[in-house]
């Protein structure tokens, strides 16, 4: 009876601490400028929503910021071992890019959800189809697209 308790405490932590980190993102989010299109083929999204590459070290910064990527609240990245406090939530991101394409990859950025219907992670490049958001919120995006690009080189170097 005890575990059962514990267990519904620390869930209810961890769904308070991702609520406030995404409200914290959200508040440090792209500007409601207007998505850059982009196709879904398949089952990722093959073209750069820039049109260059992103770059790994800008990536590095968005995946260990707090109020930005916010990655390491859920996942755990060996080579960011330095960082404090990595996630068990998640998977480990380590190898990722051994598991998934560059589109898959960059369409989980995007939208999780695409993916994986039952995620808790976050839509980092769309800004709308929620619901109760925030006024101060609404139309913006976590990642700006660039920032998507940059994460996804950083992830893209994890093999």
């Not at 409200?23 to 850059?36: N, Q």
């Not at 990527?69 to 051994?98: Q, W, Y």
Request: charge should be positive; aromatic fraction near 6%; charged fraction near 25%.
């Amino acid at each position: 009876m005890g575990v059962d308790w514990k267990h519904k405490t620390i869930r209810a932590c961890i769904g308070l601490g991702l609520g406030l980190g995404m409200s914290a993102m959200l508040a440090t989010g792209a500007a409601a400028e207007g998505l850059v299109k982009y196709e879904v083929v398949d089952d990722g999204v093959p073209q750069s929503l820039t049109g260059k590459p992103g770059d790994a070290e800008r990536g590095r910064k968005v995946i260990i910021n707090r109020k930005q990527g916010n990655c390491l609240a859920c996942h755990a990245i060996s080579v960011l071992a330095s960082e404090p406090f990595h996630g068990e939530i998640g998977p480990s991101l380590d190898g990722v890019a051994e598991r998934y394409s560059e589109a898959q990859l960059r369409l989980i950025l995007i939208n999780a959800k695409a993916v994986f219907p039952d995620t808790i992670m976050p839509a980092f490049y769309r800004n709308d189809g929620f619901t109760r958001v925030m006024k101060k919120f609404r139309g913006k995006t976590i990642l700006t697209a660039q920032q998507v690009e940059d994460v996804l080189a950083f992830l893209k170097a994890l093999k």
